[in-house]
């Protein structure tokens, strides 16, 4: 059973940096492609970050040049590197992989951003 599992999230002040880990386990193919979103109360979920199959990474307008998604091959793990956080930018991060047809989506790490 292919899990992915977030950790990382917290509370930081303005200005301040988080990263986010999206562990994966359980698959015997490589996880290619990734994506990194997120969920404020009372809004759709939204794609922040991804790198899609054989893809370069794309973000969305609001948080260029402020996060980038990245991974270590050899821990089977992706990354979301958050700096200059905003309060905007307070939410429920999940990732998300697609494996042979089937999505697979993390637990969700909140992140708070206090003013």
């Known amino acids: 059973q292919v899990q992915l599992v977030e950790s990382g999230g917290g509370l930081v002040q303005a200005g301040g940096s988080l990263r986010l880990s999206c562990t994966v386990s359980?698959?015997?193919?490589?996880?290619?492609?990734m994506g990194w979103y997120r969920q404020a109360p009372g809004k759709q979920c939204e794609l922040v970050a991804a790198?899609?199959?054989?893809?370069?990474?794309n973000y969305a307008d609001s948080v260029k040049g402020r996060f980038t998604i990245s991974r270590d091959n050899a821990k089977n793990t992706w990354y979301l590197q958050m700096n200059s956080l905003k309060p905007e930018d307070t939410a429920v991060y999940y990732c998300k992989s697609r494996l042979l047809g089937v999505e697979y989506w993390g637990q969700g790490t909140q992140v708070t951003v206090s003013s």
């Open positions: 790198i899609p199959s054989g893809g370069s990474a």
């Open positions: 359980g698959s015997r193919f490589s996880i290619n492609n």
